[in-house]
Nanobody, 128 residues
Framework: QLQLAESGGGLVRPGGSLRLACVALKYTLDYYAIAWFRQAPGKEREEVSCISSRDDSTDYATSVQGRFIISRDMAKNTVFLQMDGLKSEDTADYFC?????????????????????WGQGTRVTVSS
């Protein structure tokens, strides 16, 4: 069974940067669509960004467009989320998730229920 582990969270000042990593244990991530979700206290979970399984096409939530970049490093079996220009409203627990059942479908067309495997999350706190 695919296992995911996130890292890279922490405390950062507004305007700062963090790079989150989602590494797969035991299996390659090459054939999976990967998404980053976040959930802030008292709020619903939202999808932040995703990268597709076949062509690595990407998609972003409007709230992070132009500030976050998702990328896949096959050599490291890792998907990164580079977060720049962080704002207090980015404070949340961030989770990565992997989907394989709908291989080849652009990730922007996937829903949360399509993601079969989830990591434990990493906390991002943006505060001065």
């Amino acid at each position: 069974q695919l296992q995911l582990a996130e890292s890279g969270g922490g405390l950062v000042r507004p305007g700062g940067s963090l790079r989150l990593a989602c590494v797969a244990l035991k299996y390659t991530l090459d054939y999976y669509a990967i998404a980053w979700f976040r959930q802030a206290p008292g709020k619903e979970r939202e999808e932040v960004s995703c990268i597709s399984s076949r062509d690595d096409s990407t998609d972003y939530a409007t709230s992070v467009q132009g500030r976050f970049i998702i990328s896949r490093d096959m050599a490291k079996n890792t998907v990164f989320l580079q977060m720049d220009g962080l704002k207090s409203e980015d404070t949340a627990d961030y989770f990565c998730a992997a989907a394989w059942r709908r291989y080849g479908v652009p990730c922007r067309d996937l829903e949360a229920g399509d993601y079969d495997y989830w990591g434990q999350g990493t906390r991002v706190t943006v505060s001065s």
